[in-house]
């Protein structure tokens, strides 16, 4: 089933005007929520982050937050997701083709659930990134439906072989093209801070709470490019990639080119509360 705006609905009952403003501008917003055996991750901080996004657009939602948790929750149970990501986002609808906010327009929310698996030959392995010129728009802190910066980004990556692209604006980095970056440069994880130029990513918050608890120094400053090719370790994080370790950069190896000792106690701990919420639904 589908979610569109109140009422779940069949795939095939779920259409989208051609007007709709997210189809024509990009003008709306979206949360990618993870699942683990039915149980969503972080919900609430999803949400929270979606009602952010929400506020910084002037988009008025179809109805509340609190209303939506639930329809997302029962979203799930209809669709007897086990593992997998529910995919949400909210339009300011469909009005003719102009501009400015339409006076008339409702905004149009669809959720819909998708079976993933976790990526845990990758989580074993660690991937390799390739770096490129952030070239997206100043407001990075908002979930905006327009991601055409990160997608050519992310599949200059692929082409290159890469399972990622890490982005700078000149000589800092800040951060992947769908991921959060961290590195780990004289025993402090490094990251950008929570601004305009990145998304604050729910896994990136998570991280750092593990981080606190594990007595790990962490601070959220942004590295420069020469600063991240010479990191002990390196990792990207995000809803569906988790803790993912980086083990080369532009064909050059971080540390000594395998996943490192510290990523691994990050992705036990990150493991452990994936185990909890999976055990909270059963
Ligand atoms: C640009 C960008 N940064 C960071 C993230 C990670 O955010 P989260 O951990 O909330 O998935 C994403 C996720 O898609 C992203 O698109």
């Known amino acids: 089933m589908i979610l569109v705006n109140d009422r779940f609905v069949e795939r095939t009952e779920a259409t989208v005007d051609i007007e709709d403003r997210g189809y024509q501008f990009g003008d709306g917003v979206y949360e990618v929520i993870r699942v683990y055996g039915g149980a969503p991750f972080l919900l609430d901080e999803h949400m929270a982050r979606l009602a952010r996004s929400l506020r910084e657009i002037r988009l008025e939602p179809p109805y509340g937050i609190d209303e939506l948790t639930d329809k997302i929750r029962r979203l799930i149970t209809l669709n007897a997701l086990g593992d997998g990501i529910v995919y949400?986002?909210?339009t300011r609808g469909a009005s003719p083709r102009t501009h400015g906010f339409p006076k008339n327009a409702h905004s149009v929310l669809t959720a819909y659930t998708q079976t993933l698996d976790?990526?845990?030959q990758a989580l074993?392995?660690?991937i390799r990134a390739h770096l490129t010129e952030d070239i997206r728009w100043l407001r990075c802190d908002i979930k905006s439906?327009?991601?055409?910066?990160?997608v050519l980004a992310k599949q200059e990556a692929l082409d290159k072989g890469c399972a990622e692209a890490i982005l700078h604006r000149g000589k800092t980095v800040t951060e992947g093209s769908a991921s959060n970056?961290?590195?780990l440069i004289g025993g402090v994880w490094f990251t950008h801070p929570a601004n305009h130029l990145i998304l604050d990513g729910i896994t990136r918050r998570s991280v750092l709470r593990i981080m606190q608890e594990l007595d790990m120094p962490a601070k959220e400053e942004a590295v420069t490019v020469e600063q991240l090719l010479a990191a002990e370790e390196l990792i990207v994080t995000s809803t569906t990639q988790e803790v993912m370790p980086v083990v080369a950069?532009?064909?050059?190896p971080i540390g000594d080119g395998s996943v490192g000792p510290w990523t691994r106690r990050l992705q036990e701990a990150f493991e452990a509360a994936i185990r909890e919420t999976a055990n909270r639904s059963s």
């Not at 439906?145 to 990160?150: D, E, F, I, Q, V």
């Not at 950069?249 to 050059?252: A, C, E, H, P």
């Open 88 to 90: 949400l986002q909210i």
């Open 124 to 126: 074993q392995e660690g």
């Open 145 to 150: 439906l327009n991601l055409l910066g990160s």
């Open 181 to 183: 970056v961290f590195a």
């Open 118 to 120: 976790r990526p845990l």
């Open 249 to 252: 950069v532009d064909g050059r």
